[in-house]
């Protein structure tokens, strides 16, 4: 991560989170709950705990893995299997008897056991801990391994003794994921002991101009709200009641035990899953599982999910579907997981797509982690323009990424990394005189419809629209909430008449059903599909046109500009290109690209310049080429970059060509000096030149 992309985070967080009235209070309710644990469990006390004092399972709410587990959840969240796996020894109701985690296996012990494993236990921590406060991690991590507890619980421990030298980031992936982020994930780090680890991100923070005054506390909610990536898959889940523990219909929020089947996973999957409502094998609802939190009662810890977008189905019963699932029964009442094709089936009518739409700031996030540059203010004007009308043209040179913003935006938007089917890439033919290439037409003499990629696209956006809560007659009642977006970029959208094969749509869009007329009867394709025989331009689908402006391509009418916003994609800022190559780990050679950049930048006062496309295989071709550096750049110089320059004499082009010529004469370079001083003698000579003798 470059230094820019950073501070513009930092910013971010600053603005968004860390100044709000729940940020504060939540900093405050951590530091005074960090006070509290010390001063209740103190450190010269740990060895004189008894087993009531230390276990989770007794009615004491006031133990010392009750407070690590939940009175602290607010200074960080562990998330553990069962308590003797993460604690070394809890009090099973159960039983009604300890239990205790040997290294191997957990089983039930005698009160005398119990005590010895607790007394194993006091002295691994008061060792560790005096250890832990030098910051002797030789000596942690051996201490470590011979104490029964889970990592995360050590580590939630050191935090909570040691706030301000140990961070509140106990996940190993978590911890790995925030290093690689700011590029401190190499491969001696990796095999490195995780209190090591964890020390190496507080350091980054302890060297960072902004963050050093940061309390540890606000740093953590920093990593996790802006640094965590979220385009991870989202997960899945049957909800299934059954009794009196759980709620009727979890439409505002779903409690659960935290001993019943799938709790953890379901804790894991906060803010990021999806689920299915079962009741007596019937399912009623579907919706997405927002935050959850924990809460104590009777001596049983309990769970409350926020549920979001909560929609009721027409009821589904299980058996009339089974056959198609790839679960074919369902257990005890609780927290099922189910594959992302057995929620869509299950959640068919209305339709609830599977994947969560992200914030236009984890868009931003996505787009840069690809190694691609575009100004953030082009890309939240890109996303307003999409929210404003569904039309969207991007121009601009070749090379600055206006496909590839199309592809990146759509991809970030639902975190797909290949394959999205919510985007679909069409290459616009110069050939292209009227619809038939988009929506395909009626063959008589097959008797069928042959239809296209492009069509088929559309109407999977109106199975989807058609099938949203959100739908109501056909139109979309908020269609900025609606979670079923697809966009279709017609890729160099002027090599053709847009008014010719784009048509339909153009008058479509302004009329008030949107109806495009397909076939009077309606009628099949030869594989015994159905097409409609008229179809409406659905408030899910969204159109976006890459455009070149030369000799090859066409202009626009009024007509066509009128029902867009277009987008001018013109600064090509190399420096920040080559920030976010080398902060993904990718080799630029400077000498190479010193020189690339500087003729860049003669070409730019005159509007000739490049785009990124040339700048990356420029530097690919160096790094592949078995020729010197300067033969391999002069060569590239004339084969990337001079070919474009050529027209009718006027002053860009002339002195575009005299500067070049100038900064070209004495660098080592001299078939592309040699190929400008051709073209500007073919200029003075006849009025005009091109790069071809």
Same mark, same amino acid.
């Given at each position: 991560?470059?230094?820019?992309?950073?501070?513009?985070? =930092?910013?971010?967080?600053?603005?968004?989170?860390?100044?709000?009235?729940?940020?504060?209070?939540?900093?405050?309710?951590c530091e005074d709950l960090t006070s509290q644990f010390q001063q209740k469990f103190r450190r010269d006390k740990i060895g004189s705990m008894t087993l009531p004092e230390y276990v989770v399972g007794h009615e004491n709410k006031d133990s010392f893995c009750y407070w690590l587990q939940f009175k602290t959840s607010k200074v960080g969240e562990i998330f553990v299997g069962g308590a003797a796996l993460a604690f070394g020894v809890y009090y099973s109701k159960k039983d009604n008897a300890y239990r205790v985690f040997d290294g191997s296996k957990v089983g039930v012990v005698p009160d005398d056991e119990a005590s010895k494993?607790?007394?194993?236990?006091?002295?691994?921590?008061?060792?560790?801990?005096?250890?832990?406060?030098?910051?002797?991690? &030789?000596?942690?991590?051996?201490?470590?391994?011979?104490?029964?507890?889970?990592?995360?619980?050590?580590?939630?421990?050191?935090?909570?003794?040691?706030?301000?030298?140990?961070?509140?980031?106990?996940?190993?992936?978590?911890?790995?994921?925030?290093?690689?982020?700011?590029?401190?994930?190499?491969?001696?780090?990796?095999?490195?002991?995780?209190?090591?680890?964890?020390?190496?991100?507080?350091?980054?923070?302890?060297?960072?101009?902004?963050?050093?005054?940061?309390?540890?506390?606000?740093?953590?909610?920093?990593?996790?709200?802006?640094?965590?990536?979220?385009?991870?898959?989202?997960?899945? /889940?049957?909800?299934?009641?059954?009794?009196?523990?759980?709620?009727?219909?979890?439409?505002?929020?779903?409690?659960?035990?935290?001993?019943? @089947?799938?709790?953890? =996973?379901?804790?894991?999957?906060?803010?990021?899953?999806?689920?299915?409502?079962?009741?007596?094998?019937? /399912?009623?609802?579907?919706?997405?599982?927002?935050?959850?939190?924990?809460?104590?009662?009777?001596?049983?810890?309990?769970?409350?999910?926020?549920?979001?977008?909560?929609?009721?189905?027409?009821?589904?019963?299980?058996?009339?579907?089974?056959?198609? *699932?790839?679960?074919?029964?369902?257990?005890?009442?609780?927290?099922?997981?189910?594959?992302?094709?057995?929620?869509?089936?299950? &959640?068919?009518?209305?339709?609830?797509? &599977?994947?969560?739409?992200?914030?236009?700031?984890?868009?931003?996030?996505?787009?840069?982690?690809?190694?691609?540059?575009? @100004?953030?203010?082009?890309?939240?004007?890109?996303?307003?323009?999409?929210?404003?009308?569904?039309?969207?043209?991007?121009?601009?040179?070749?090379?600055?990424?206006?496909?590839?913003?199309?592809?990146?935006?759509?991809?970030?938007?639902?975190?797909?990394?290949?394959?999205?089917?919510?985007?679909?890439?069409?290459?616009?033919?110069?050939?292209?005189?009227?619809?038939?290439?988009? *929506?395909? $037409?009626?063959?008589?003499?097959?008797?069928?419809?042959?239809?296209?990629?492009?069509?088929?696209?559309?109407?999977?956006?109106?199975?989807?629209?058609?099938?949203?809560?959100?739908?109501?007659?056909?139109?979309?009642?908020?269609?900025?909430?609606?979670?079923?977006?697809? /966009?279709?970029?017609?890729?160099?959208?002027?090599?053709?008449?847009?008014?010719?094969?784009?048509?339909?749509?153009?008058? &479509?869009?302004?009329?008030?059903?949107?109806?495009?007329?397909?076939?009077?009867?309606?009628?099949?394709?030869?594989?015994?599909?159905?097409?409609?025989?008229?179809?409406?331009?659905?408030?899910?689908?969204?159109?976006?046109?890459?455009?070149?402006?030369?000799?090859?391509?066409?202009?626009?009418? @009024?007509?066509?500009?009128?029902?867009?916003?277009?987008?001018?994609?013109?600064?090509?800022?190399?420096?920040?290109?080559?920030?976010? =190559?080398?902060?993904?780990?990718?080799?630029?050679?400077?000498?190479?690209?010193?020189?690339?950049?500087?003729?860049?930048?003669?070409?730019?006062? $005159?509007?000739?310049?490049?785009?990124?496309?040339?700048?990356?295989?420029?530097?690919?071709?160096?790094?592949?080429?078995?020729?010197?550096?300067?033969?391999?750049?002069?060569?590239?110089?004339?084969?990337?970059?001079?070919?474009?320059?050529?027209?009718?004499?006027?002053?860009?082009?002339?002195?575009?060509?005299?500067?070049?010529?100038?900064?070209?004469?004495?660098?080592?370079?001299?078939?592309?000096?040699?190929?400008?001083?051709?073209?500007?003698?073919?200029?003075?000579?006849?009025?005009?030149?091109?790069?071809?003798?």
């Amino acid at each position: 991560m470059e230094i820019s992309q950073l501070r513009e985070l =930092q910013n971010h967080f600053e603005v968004a989170r860390a100044s709000t009235q729940e940020a504060q209070q939540l900093y405050k309710e951590c530091e005074d709950l960090t006070s509290q644990f010390q001063q209740k469990f103190r450190r010269d006390k740990i060895g004189s705990m008894t087993l009531p004092e230390y276990v989770v399972g007794h009615e004491n709410k006031d133990s010392f893995c009750y407070w690590l587990q939940f009175k602290t959840s607010k200074v960080g969240e562990i998330f553990v299997g069962g308590a003797a796996l993460a604690f070394g020894v809890y009090y099973s109701k159960k039983d009604n008897a300890y239990r205790v985690f040997d290294g191997s296996k957990v089983g039930v012990v005698p009160d005398d056991e119990a005590s010895k494993q607790l007394e194993r236990i006091k002295a691994g921590l008061v060792e560790l801990l005096s250890f832990a406060e030098k910051k002797a991690f &030789a000596d942690m991590i051996r201490v470590s391994k011979q104490l029964l507890l889970d990592y995360q619980v050590v580590g939630k421990i050191l935090t909570l003794y040691f706030p301000e030298k140990y961070l509140g980031v106990f996940s190993n992936g978590h911890v790995n994921e925030f290093l690689e982020s700011f590029g401190k994930l190499d491969d001696k780090t990796k095999d490195s002991h995780i209190f090591e680890r964890r020390s190496i991100l507080l350091e980054f923070k302890e060297n960072d101009e902004i963050m050093k005054n940061w309390t540890n506390k606000k740093y953590v909610d920093f990593l996790y709200k802006e640094i965590l990536k979220t385009h991870v898959p989202a997960s899945y /889940f049957v909800l299934r009641t059954g009794s009196e523990e759980y709620s009727d219909q979890p439409e505002s929020k779903y409690n659960f035990k935290e001993s019943i @089947p799938g709790s953890v =996973q379901l804790r894991v999957a906060e803010n990021n899953g999806w689920f299915v409502y079962l009741e007596k094998d019937v /399912f009623y609802g579907t919706g997405r599982i927002g935050k959850i939190s924990s809460y104590e009662k009777d001596g049983v810890t309990y769970y409350d999910a926020e549920i979001l977008d909560y929609i009721k189905i027409d009821p589904v019963k299980f058996d009339t579907i089974k056959d198609r *699932l790839s679960f074919k029964s369902i257990g005890q009442p609780g927290i099922q997981r189910i594959s992302e094709a057995d929620f869509k089936i299950i &959640a068919k009518s209305p339709k609830i797509p &599977a994947l969560t739409l992200h914030p236009i700031e984890d868009i931003v996030k996505y787009i840069k982690s690809k190694g691609f540059f575009f @100004p953030i203010e082009t890309i939240i004007n890109y996303h307003t323009c999409l929210l404003t009308k569904p039309f969207v043209i991007l121009s601009g040179i070749t090379g600055t990424g206006k496909t590839k913003l199309a592809e990146l935006y759509a991809n970030g938007l639902y975190g797909i990394e290949k394959d999205n089917p919510y985007y679909r890439k069409v290459a616009v033919q110069s050939n292209w005189s009227d619809s038939k290439p988009l *929506l395909g $037409y009626y063959n008589p003499f097959i008797g069928a419809y042959h239809t296209t990629p492009f069509l088929q696209f559309v109407l999977k956006a109106i199975e989807d629209c058609d099938s949203c809560g959100l739908n109501n007659g056909g139109k979309c009642s908020d269609s900025t909430k609606c979670s079923s977006k697809y /966009f279709v970029c017609l890729d160099e959208m002027n090599l053709a008449h847009v008014e010719y094969y784009f048509a339909d749509f153009l008058s &479509a869009m302004e009329t008030e059903n949107k109806t495009i007329n397909l076939h009077p009867a309606g009628t099949k394709t030869e594989e015994g599909t159905s097409i409609p025989s008229k179809i409406r331009i659905p408030d899910n689908f969204y159109v976006i046109g890459t455009v070149n402006i030369d000799e090859t391509t066409k202009e626009f009418s @009024p007509k066509v500009l009128d029902r867009a916003n277009t987008i001018e994609l013109d600064i090509v800022d190399l420096e920040k290109w080559k920030e976010i =190559q080398l902060s993904l780990g990718i080799k630029i050679n400077e000498e190479a690209f010193k020189v690339i950049n500087e003729i860049h930048s003669i070409l730019r006062k $005159y509007s000739l310049h490049f785009g990124y496309r040339v700048c990356n295989e420029i530097i690919k071709y160096i790094e592949n080429s078995k020729l010197s550096l300067y033969e391999s750049l002069d060569l590239e110089i004339k084969q990337k970059i001079l070919p474009k320059l050529s027209g009718d004499d006027n002053p860009r082009l002339r002195k575009s060509l005299e500067e070049l010529n100038q900064y070209l004469t004495g660098r080592q370079c001299e078939q592309s000096r040699t190929k400008v001083a051709n073209m500007l003698e073919k200029l003075n000579q006849y009025g005009f030149t091109s790069f071809y003798d």
